[in-house]
C-alpha cells in the first residue's frame, strides 16, 4: 500500500504590488535564488531550476507542467500555503485562486494556513541579522472574520479536486502556538461546514517534534530542555486544542542530536541576541536518519520529510546548510518515513513532503540542473515499492 504524499507548495513566484514595494520592482523568489552565492568549497549555490526555468506562476501553463511532473512521481496532491492576516487581507493568493476559478491542472489540492507575520527577514537575505520590522502582521479579530476567512474560501471547499482524511477537508495550520482562539476557530468553521453542506474538517496542526518550551493552561509558554526521546507531550498539547491529526517536523530533532543540544541551544541564544556566527554544516544523511519521533506512528500524527535544506539564499548562513545531499540519500528519508506509516490505516498513511518549491530555502523537488529530475524520481520509486 502506498503512502498518501502530500506537497507543501510556495505560492510566491510572481510579483505583487507589496512585495515591489517592500522589496524593489519585480521581486520574487527568483531574485534571491539567482543572487545566492556559495559560501564554502563545494556549496552548491546559486540553484538554477532545469524543465520550468524562472517561472511565472500567473502562468497556467507552468501550473500545469508543475501538476504533471508531481503526477508523475505518484505525489497525491499539493498543499498550498494559503495566506490570511485578518480583516480581509490576504497575500499572494493569486495563483491558488486561479487554479480554482479555472478548474485546472486537474490535480488534488488542500491548503496550509500560514499564518505568521511577515517581517523584514521574511524573504531577503540581506535583512537577516537587521532589526526585525514587521511588513504584515497575523492578527486574529474574531468569530467574524472567521466567517469572512471560511467565506472567502468556500469556493476551493467545494471543488471536487480538494483532499480529503476520512471523508473531511484536509486544512492544515502552521502555527497552532500564537493563535490564541485556534478552538474557537476550529468550533466556528466545522458549524460553517454543515450549513453549507459540506463533509466538514479534518484540522491538522504543524509543529516541531523538539520543543524549548512548554505551553501551560493558560497558553502562556514555559522554557524547558528539549526532549529527544518523546515527543508525545507535544502531540498530544496540539491534539488537546481540538486538531484532528498533528503534522510532524524533525528537522530541530535531528540537527539537536547532530550536534549536541547545548552547541544547538547555544546558536539560538546568539541569533536572538543579533549574534552573527558561522553557520553548521550537517551532513544530511546523518541528519534526517534522526528526523522521526517514536510518535510519528501513531495514527493521527503524520511526519514530514525534507529532500534538501539551504536557506542561505534568504537568510545568509545563520540557519545551516544540508551538505553531502543527493536523491538516493532523500529516497532512503523518504524510505524511513514510509516504512512509519505502513502500519496506519489507509486514509492515515499521510507523508507531508516540505516542500515542492521553496528554492529559496533549497528544499525542493522540482528538476534543477545539477540532478535533473534525481529527487523526483526517488519518490516515484518509493511509490512504486510501496504498491508492490
Not at 536518519?289 to 517514536?294: D, G, I, L, T, V
Not at 520509486?381 to 504498491?387: A, F, M
Amino acid at each position: 500500500m502506498k503512502p498518501r504524499l502530500i506537497a507543501l507548495y510556495l505560492p510566491q513566484y510572481h510579483p505583487t504590488p507589496e512585495n515591489d514595494e517592500w522589496w524593489g520592482p519585480g521581486f520574487t523568489e527568483w531574485t534571491n535564488v539567482v543572487r545566492a552565492k556559495p559560501l564554502f568549497r563545494g556549496h552548491e549555490q546559486p540553484r538554477i531550476p532545469a524543465d520550468l526555468g524562472f517561472y511565472d506562476l500567473r502562468l497556467p501553463e507552468v501550473r500545469e507542467q508543475q501538476a504533471e511532473l508531481a503526477r508523475q512521481a505518484g505525489i497525491e496532491g499539493f498543499c498550498y500555503y494559503h495566506y490570511w492576516f485578518g480583516h480581509g487581507r490576504q497575500l499572494l493568493e493569486r495563483p491558488f485562486n486561479e487554479v480554482v476559478a479555472s478548474g485546472k491542472p486537474d490535480y488534488p489540492f488542500c491548503l496550509c494556513w500560514a499564518n505568521h507575520t511577515w517581517s523584514n527577514k521574511t524573504w531577503k537575505r540581506e535583512s537577516a541579522f537587521r532589526e526585525n520590522s514587521v511588513l504584515m502582521e497575523q492578527t486574529y479579530p474574531g468569530k467574524a472574520d472567521d466567517v469572512e476567512h471560511f467565506n472567502a474560501l468556500l469556493p476551493a471547499f467545494r471543488d471536487k479536486r480538494y483532499m480529503t482524511i476520512d471523508g473531511r477537508l484536509i486544512f492544515v495550520i502552521y502555527n497552532p502556538y500564537d493563535f490564541r482562539n485556534v478552538t474557537e476557530f476550529m468550533a466556528t468553521w466545522r458549524e460553517l461546514a454543515l450549513q453549507h453542506g459540506l463533509p466538514g474538517f479534518f484540522f491538522v496542526g504543524m509543529t516541531s517534534s523538539t520543543q524549548t518550551f512548554r505551553v501551560d493552561s493558560e497558553g502562556k509558554r514555559h522554557s524547558v530542555m528539549p526532549n529527544l526521546e518523546s515527543s508525545a507531550d507535544i502531540f498530544n498539547y496540539i491534539l488537546s486544542l481540538g486538531f484532528d491529526a498533528v503534522n510532524s517536523f524533525g528537522k530541530r530533532r535531528g540537527e539537536m542530536m547532530y550536534e549536541g543540544r547545548v552547541r544547538n541551544l547555544s546558536k539560538v541564544v546568539m541569533r536572538r541576541m543579533g549574534i552573527p556566527f558561522v553557520g553548521v554544516r550537517y551532513d544530511y544523511e546523518r541528519t534526517v536518519r534522526n528526523y522521526f519521533a517514536p510518535e510519528d506512528r501513531w495514527e493521527n500524527v503524520y511526519p514530514t520529510v525534507l529532500p534538501q535544506w539551504d536557506r542561505t539564499p534568504r537568510v545568509a548562513d545563520a540557519d545551516g546548510v544540508y551538505v553531502n545531499v543527493t536523491p538516493e540519500k532523500f529516497e532512503r528519508h523518504l524510505r524511513q518515513a514510509a516504512g512509519l506509516v505502513s502500519d496506519k490505516s489507509e486514509e492515515h498513511q499521510v507523508i507531508f513532503i516540505k516542500s515542492w518549491n521553496e528554492w529559496g530555502e533549497g528544499n525542493y523537488l522540482e528538476p534543477d540542473l545539477k540532478f535533473g529530475h534525481g529527487f523526483l524520481d526517488a519518490v516515484r520509486r518509493v511509490v512504486v515499492r510501496s504498491e508492490k
